[in-house]
């Protein structure tokens, strides 16, 4: 089973997102709800990184079935093979809305190298993320294996999850504000430049995936529960 344990993080987005999600829920929530225009009264519960569950993270079927979901139009394993992106947090509402988190803290993590699958786990990844990038853009020619790789394989899981497989999945990025132990940025600004180059290089802009995609900017004294 894909699940990972992980410390109790003393810094940077690791640390972040585990305080989000088990001291201050509410913060996170709120804002997914403002991105989503979902009503107030539908909460989402978060199923990692959970302190009782030594904050582990998910990947592979072991994010699906710790989100219980079980697709049926097309498996997993027949979209990407496995060491799949490895969730930084996950959260489904009562309703079944299923919610898939990768945090940054810092804007060198947004520049991930490519991916490092060989042989026939290459060609599938390639075959996703073409299939992905075409729904997305059909007029893009980005290599989506190449660059910002973290973002565009998150992206073909959402749209494993939303369009091959009609579940009502959602895709937030999250974007710490002021991390100074990280030298991350001190500005929402700041970030936005950065996404602004990214979905100029892999031609991203007005996606048809936007409407289930959200960059969401946190600021980190909101945060800052634990002893440093």
């Known amino acids: 089973m894909s699940r990972h344990p992980q410390p109790c993080a003393k810094k940077g987005s690791q ?17 997914i709800r403002a991105e989503f225009g979902l009503v107030s009264s539908e909460q989402i519960v978060w199923r990692s990184p959970l302190v009782e569950d030594r ?7 072991s994010f699906l079935e710790r989100m219980e979901l079980a697709p049926q139009s097309l498996l997993l394993k027949e979209f990407w ?8 947090a996950l959260g489904k ?12 803290a810092h804007i060198k993590e947004m520049i991930s190298p490519p991916t490092g699958a060989a042989g026939v786990s290459l060609k599938k990844i390639q075959m996703a ?24 394989n998150r992206m073909a899981h959402l749209y494993f999850l939303r369009v091959k497989n009609g579940i009502p999945a959602y895709l937030i990025f999250i974007y710490f504000v002021n991390d100074e132990a990280m030298s991350g940025p001190k500005t929402k600004a700041e970030w936005q430049a950065a996404l602004t180059v990214m979905h100029s290089l892999l031609q991203t802009k007005k996606s048809k995936l936007d409407e289930h995609t959200a960059h969401v900017f946190v600021e980190v004294s909101e945060l800052s529960d634990r002893n440093a």
Do not use: C, H, M
């Open 81 to 88: 093979p496995k060491r799949g992106p490895q969730w930084d």
């Open 129 to 152: 993320l073409e299939e992905t990038r075409n729904f997305v853009n059909p007029k893009s020619d980005a290599d989506w294996s190449r660059f910002f790789y973290q973002f565009t």
């Open 93 to 104: 509402t009562q309703d079944g809305k299923v919610f898939l988190v990768e945090a940054k």
């Open 15 to 31: 640390r972040w997102i585990q305080e989000l999600v088990n001291s201050k829920p509410a913060v996170l929530n709120e804002k």
């Open 55 to 61: 904050y582990a993270e998910y990947r592979d079927e």
